[in-house]
C-alpha cells in the first residue's frame, strides 16, 4: 500500500505565501513524477506543477514565477513553495505521484488533499 499525505494548508493574506509538503510511505521502490493538482470550487481539477525524478520541473501558466515545486528522493517528500498568492489560489491542493512499489508495479497515486484559503 502506498499512502501521499499533505500539509501545510490554511489562511493566507492576499500577496502572502505558504509551503506545502506531501509525504510518501509504504511499498516504495521509487517515486518516478510527481505533481501537485488543485481544485477549487465548482471548478473541474487542474495540474498546477510537476517535477521528475530526476528534479526537471514544470508549471502551468497560472503560477510560472510565483510557485516552486521540489523534492527530496531521499526523504520521500514533496514541496510546494507558494508566493505573491491570490484569491485564484484558493483551493484544495492534491499530491500526486507515479509510484514503482516493492512488488515492481506501477500506480498512479493521490492523497486526500490541503485546503489554502487565502482571503483578507
Known amino acids: 500500500q502506498v499512502q501521499l499525505v499533505e500539509s501545510g494548508g490554511g489562511l493566507v493574506q492576499p500577496g502572502g505565501s505558504l509551503r506545502l509538503s506531501c509525504a510518501a510511505s509504504?511499498?516504495?521502490?521509487?517515486?518516478?513524477?510527481m505533481r501537485w493538482y488543485r481544485q477549487a470550487p465548482g471548478k473541474e481539477r487542474e495540474l498546477v506543477a510537476s517535477?521528475?525524478?530526476?528534479?526537471?520541473?514544470d508549471y502551468d501558466d497560472s503560477v510560472k514565477g510565483r510557485f516552486t515545486i521540489s523534492r527530496d528522493n531521499g526523504r520521500k517528500m514533496m514541496w510546494l513553495q507558494m508566493n505573491s498568492l491570490s484569491h485564484e489560489d484558493t483551493a484544495v491542493y492534491y499530491c500526486?505521484?507515479?509510484?514503482?512499489?516493492?512488488?515492481?508495479?506501477?500506480?498512479?497515486?493521490w492523497g486526500q488533499g490541503t485546503r489554502v484559503t487565502v482571503s483578507s
Open positions: 509504504g511499498s516504495i521502490f521509487r517515486i518516478n513524477a
Open positions: 517535477i521528475t525524478n530526476g528534479g526537471g520541473t
Open positions: 500526486n505521484a507515479n509510484v514503482i512499489t516493492d512488488y515492481w508495479i506501477t500506480g498512479n497515486y
